[in-house]
């Protein structure tokens, strides 16, 4: 990948990239857990990262965070020097540039494009997470598996995603057996075919 950030500035980007180190982390690379201090705020380059959150055995999908895109929960440990509180980890083989906080603090003062970077992931992020509240409240879980199978694949650019039912139910935040019934709904209706621990998206 070039060795620029083409959505900020020139000086911005070559900073960040002098300052910053390039990683190259393997899918199920797990890259923050909750309860650790958080020294470094991710951009990502290339591939994918999931962020979610546990609550004893129960998971909850928050976000991906997408090529371009960094992690905001990151972002406002570091700015108020607390432990993380939520789980990341790479959704596939992905490349990344981690800012260390001793270089984003700084820069946040001298670059009005960082900080408007932050603010449109914030912004983002808060849409995301009425989108998600009103699934939740609202919708039946069949539109909502659904609508995240269409959506997974489309982040990872597949029509058939290797997922299990137990990785589907922690990203929504039930459990298998419900997850399982659902997802036999959905092949009766003809929007997905399952092979094994795989799933085809036949229905957008």
Same mark, same amino acid.
């Given at each position: ?10 000086? #911005? ?13 393997? /899918?199920?690379?797990? =890259? ?27 998971? #909850?999908?928050?976000?991906? *965070? ?15 020097? $607390? ?8 959704? $596939?083989?992905?490349?990344?540039? =981690? *800012? ?29 997470? +009425?989108?998600? *509240? ?20 489309? +982040? ?30 959905? $092949? ?12 085809? *998206?036949? /229905? /957008?």
């Amino acid at each position: 990948m070039e060795k620029r950030l083409s959505f900020l500035s020139h000086e #911005l980007s070559d900073r960040l990239f002098a300052e910053g180190q390039r990683a190259e982390v393997a /899918k199920g690379t797990e =890259l923050l857990r909750e309860g650790q201090y958080v020294k470094v705020v991710p951009i990502v380059l290339e591939g994918l990262v999931k962020v979610y959150t546990r609550n004893e055995d129960r998971e #909850l999908l928050l976000y991906y *965070i997408e090529p371009h895109q960094s992690c905001i929960m990151s972002f406002s440990a570091v700015l108020g020097t $607390e432990p993380s509180r939520i789980f990341a980890v790479a959704e $596939e083989d992905s490349e990344l540039l =981690l *800012i260390p906080s001793e270089t984003l603090l700084p820069a946040l003062g001298e670059y009005p494009d960082l900080n408007r970077l932050f603010f449109d992931q914030f912004k983002y992020r808060y849409g995301e997470l +009425l989108k998600t *509240i009103h699934h939740i409240l609202f919708d039946k879980l069949d539109v909502r598996l659904r609508e995240h199978l269409v959506r997974k694949a489309r +982040l990872l650019d597949t029509e058939e995603l290797a997922v299990s039912h137990q990785q589907l139910a922690d990203e929504l935040g039930t459990v298998r057996e419900v997850i399982s019934r659902t997802m036999k709904k959905l $092949e009766a209706e003809g929007a997905v075919a399952q092979t094994g621990q795989r799933i085809r *998206i036949l /229905k /957008k």
